[in-house]
């Protein structure tokens, strides 16, 4: 075959590949390989559109031993080590996940994602802190770094401490500042506030533990410890209302308890607070923005930055709960869509958005930790309108608002 011939059908290959055609794509490319099996470019592309990452690291691999410093091919290989530790992470295949990551981080040494990640499937608390060390000396200001090094520091101190049990999770752990290690419920009444900052590490434990305190509550209605506890349990799982209910009851039971009484009268006026300052935001919203990310922390960004500015922000932890929130809370003007989630990826997600007819045109920003040009291309055959690396700064979110929704202005 020519050299011109596989030029043009280089090119041919590459126009399909933008057009999303993949099948086309890695037909062409597979016949340019045949006939020149190093060609690098080729290579590369057959490697963006490649279904397995094993294949596409297998493929990247070919071009590092054509060029060992072909840039992409390095970053495409991270990028997808990444992706491929941080899926065997959550699968809870730990020995996999580190073998990956180490790779990830051998190759990236300042790849935070990565550290961090490490630090999640590390065999001791020592060694995760070590992790998360790295993390904080790239990022000092990573904020799951340091909400991690606290509770790995618990974990430690506990061990050196009487084992108490948690009357949520029943599990016997050391408890620090007002949290169970185990389950991460708070266990405190008086730390109000942080009933409301808080995420439920383990929700299946908050949640049995619920059905089994009503039980109890019912089996014993005079027993105020029972819908204390049964209060604190509403509060960890955001059920404000159950639980406001339940606390007031116990200092029915309780009505010599002037302390107790004090902490129900701190409850009612904060609860009336939140709810005064959820009407007032409902009431000035005008864009709705989906936030669809696997980290509580990038949600709780967007809806914090977003919603000073009047949008309403709908949040969604997976590509499963971002669909359904089409039936449930309506269209969004626009989607903020994280690309490593469990279960389908971001590009799966995006796919399914855009064949809804009335998303067809509304932006999808796609979220990555890593500037990578693998992602962007796959992004781009997915539907997405932009991309966005992570961390982003607050004011690089009501940028992006203003920009692809323009006809809102503040």
Known sequence: MPPTHHA??????????????????????????????????????LASVTESRTGAVELLERVLAIDPRNAKAIEGIV???????????????????????????SSDPKNERAWLWLAGV??????????????????????????????????????????????????????????????NSVIDLEKIDM????????????????????????????????????AMAYFN??????GYIQLHSAAKLRSEDAGLKAIVNRWALKIRSEAANTRQKDSSRRLTILAVDDSP????????????????????????????SLETDGLPDLVLLDIMMPGMDGY???????????????????????????SKIRGRMAGSTDFVTKPFKPEALVELVERYCPATTR
């Open 8 to 45: 043009d059908m280089l090119h041919e290959a590459i126009a399909a590949a933008r057009r999303g055609n993949k099948v086309e794509t890695r037909t062409l490319l597979e016949s340019v390989l045949e006939s020149e099996p190093d060609n690098q470019m080729a290579l590369l592309w």
């Open 79 to 105: 990028t997808l080590r990444l992706q491929m530790g941080v899926a065997a992470a959550r699968a809870r295949r730990k020995p996999e996940a580190r073998r990956l990551l180490m790779m990830v981080v």
């Open 122 to 183: 590390a065999e001791t608390p020592k060694e995760a802190m070590d992790c998360l060390n790295r993390v904080l000396a790239i990022a000092p200001d990573n904020e799951q770094a340091l909400a991690g090094m606290d509770r790995y520091k618990q974990q430690i101190d506990a061990r050196s401490t009487p084992a108490i049990e948690c009357f949520i999770c029943k599990r016997k752990a050391g408890t620090s500042h007002s949290r169970c290690v185990a389950c």
């Open 195 to 230: 009933f409301w900052g808080m995420e439920v590490v383990d929700p299946i434990a908050v949640h049995e533990a619920v059905s089994r305190l009503e039980r109890g509550a019912r089996a014993t209605p005079r027993s105020a410890v029972l819908r204390i506890q049964l």
């Open 237 to 242: 799982l955001h059920r404000f209302s159950e």
């Open 297 to 324: 922390t990038v949600r709780k960004l967007v809806s914090v930055t977003l919603e000073r500015y009047g949008h309403r922000v709908v949040e969604a932890s997976d590509g499963y709960a971002a669909l359904a």
């Open 348 to 374: 799966q997600v995006c796919r399914m958005l855009r064949q809804n007819a009335e998303m067809a045109n509304r932006p999808i920003v796609m979220l990555s930790g890593k500037d990578g040009f693998f």
